[in-house]
């Protein structure tokens, strides 16, 4: 089970997390022309009000009512879409509250602006062992064989690991993804791009849509 699929549970206590810091919760309002405002934020204590701008690196309903922005190499997810669906590509300015939501920093967000269309967010190529607190809220681009089996988490998805040799690093296919665990086994080649995501002491990479996920097919004549 993955962050995404229980952040019902924890509505309470963000709301209550929310509560206690809105007195006294210092203030952080980046640029939103500033390249790194995300990573800026990022940087802030729990609690901290932000405002950050970004294009919409994972779309509203891949995994569940929020979304992710990402801009100068920095991204973090948003915990609401608010008043409209968020689309890949959207460019907007988001005003809320920095919260833990099982590992991942998340904004809660009392204010989302819509500024049209944003620069193109390029996945970074990765390895599977790179994948960790380091790259969290970042768009990647991961290759490895499935190492095990597919593990049947109905209803939130499917999850597996792959490995690139460098070390494994866990998939979940949210069913909002609309990626179908078809020809899945131990073995296999998949080329993915996904959102870096954490829950708990988990960290694991996301794909948003079935274009992300892509099964190699081997020739039986070549070495490799």
């Known amino acids: ?23 006294a919760a210092p203030s952080v309002s980046a640029h939103p022309h500033d390249d790194e405002s995300i990573a800026a934020a990022r940087a802030q204590a729990l609690g901290t009000t932000v405002t950050v701008r970004g294009t919409v690196s994972v779309q509203t309903n891949a995994f569940d009512s929020g979304f992710a922005i990402q801009r100068g190499g920095a991204g973090i997810y948003v915990l609401d879409s608010g008043d409209a669906a968020r689309e890949l590509g959207d460019s907007v300015e988001v005003t809320g509250t920095l919260v833990d939501t099982f590992g991942l920093l998340a904004i809660a967000p009392s204010s989302i602006v ?8 390029r996945p970074r190529e990765a390895s599977t062992g790179s ?39 866990q998939l979940f296919l949210f069913p909002g993804s609309g990626i179908a665990p078809d020809g899945l086994h131990d ?16 960290f694991e ?9 892509k ?9 490799d």
């Open 114 to 121: 819509a500024h049209g269309r944003g620069a193109r967010v």
């Open 1 to 23: 089970m993955t962050s995404f699929s229980r952040r019902i549970g924890q509505s309470f206590h963000v709301l209550v997390v929310l509560a206690l810091a809105s007195a």
């Open 187 to 202: 073995g296999v080649s998949i080329r993915v791009v996904c959102f870096s995501n954490q829950f708990e002491d988990v």
């Open 205 to 213: 990479c996301d794909p948003r849509q079935p274009r992300d996920f």
């Open 131 to 169: 994948v960790g607190e380091a790259t969290e809220g970042l768009l990647l681009e991961l290759e490895g064989d499935m190492v095990g089996d597919l593990v049947d988490d109905s209803p939130f998805g499917f999850k597996l690991d792959i490995d690139d040799g460098s070390g494994p690093i």
């Open 215 to 223: 099964i190699k097919v081997r020739h039986p004549d070549c070495d």
